[in-house]
Nanobody, 116 residues
């Protein structure tokens, strides 16, 4: 089993910044992908950004150039630096660890609210 604990959400004005963190613990394989997804009210959960254990990143078009994902492999922690935030970034942000054999593990979610 893998446990994910997120932190760093909150309320920020448009144009501001927030940094999310997600710490993974438990039976973590060396090769995996960690990432962030978000779900706004009335919408489906969507990809924000992912990073593989080899450091390959992938971003949703809507956040490219504004968000940066990174990971500390030694600490099994992934970060999401969010800059130039917009009201449409408001959502619950979920951390995800994808294990090729065991499937997806999810955090409990952290609320990000961007006021206009």
């Amino acid at each position: 089993q893998v446990q994910l604990v997120e932190s760093g959400g909150g309320l920020v004005q448009a144009g501001g910044s927030l940094r999310l963190s997600c710490a993974a613990s438990g039976n973590i394989r060396s090769f995996n992908t960690m990432g962030w997804y978000r779900q706004a009210p009335g919408k489906q959960r969507e990809l924000v950004a992912t990073v593989t254990s080899g450091g390959i990143t992938n971003y949703a078009d809507s956040v490219k150039g504004r968000f940066t994902i990174s990971r500390d492999k030694g600490k099994n922690t992934v970060y999401l630096q969010m800059d130039s935030l917009k009201p449409e970034d408001t959502a619950v942000y979920y951390c995800c660890l994808r294990d090729a054999y065991e499937g997806d593990y999810w955090g409990q979610g952290t609320q990000v609210t961007v006021s206009s």
